[in-house]
């Protein structure tokens, strides 16, 4: 499986992106997708994962309320809908897939298989 990640930009604060992961096959139902962030000098981090068959999705606490993962099955698409941007939500963004975990895994990035190129979101005034 391949991924195509895409929609990042410079934002100013307060304002809203939609980044979207487009997949070489459509994930089975029995896969989690999921988005991460590195921001400069830190290590990645989760941002939010939700099966590919739908149901509730996990998020950071920095990001809840804020960032919403959904998914298009009809263009093999998924998308993390981010408002309210923050100065601190600044990083390169990857989509990611992976076999559905136990929820305490799902959040690792080890967890998933296959990864998208990267994003770079830039929040600045």
């Known amino acids: 499986v391949q991924l195509q990640a895409s929609g990042g930009g410079m934002v100013q604060p307060g304002g809203s992106l939609t980044l979207s992961c487009v997949t070489s096959?459509?994930?089975?139902?029995?896969?989690?997708t999921g988005w991460f962030r590195q921001a400069p000098g830190k290590e990645r981090e989760v941002v939010g994962f939700?099966?590919?068959?739908?149901?509730?999705?996990y998020y950071t606490d920095s990001v809840k309320g804020r960032f919403t993962i959904s998914r298009d099955n009809a263009k093999n698409t998924f998308y993390l809908q981010m408002n309210s941007l923050k100065f601190e939500d600044t990083a390169v963004y990857y989509c990611?897939?992976?076999?559905?975990?136990?929820?305490?895994?799902?959040?690792?990035?080890?967890?998933?298989?296959?990864w998208g190129q990267g994003t770079l979101v830039t929040v600045s005034s």
């Open positions: 939700r099966d590919w068959s739908g149901g509730n999705a």
């Open positions: 096959e459509r994930p089975s139902s029995t896969y989690t």
């Open positions: 990611a897939v992976g076999r559905r975990r136990p929820f305490g895994l799902a959040a690792l990035a080890s967890s998933y298989d296959y």
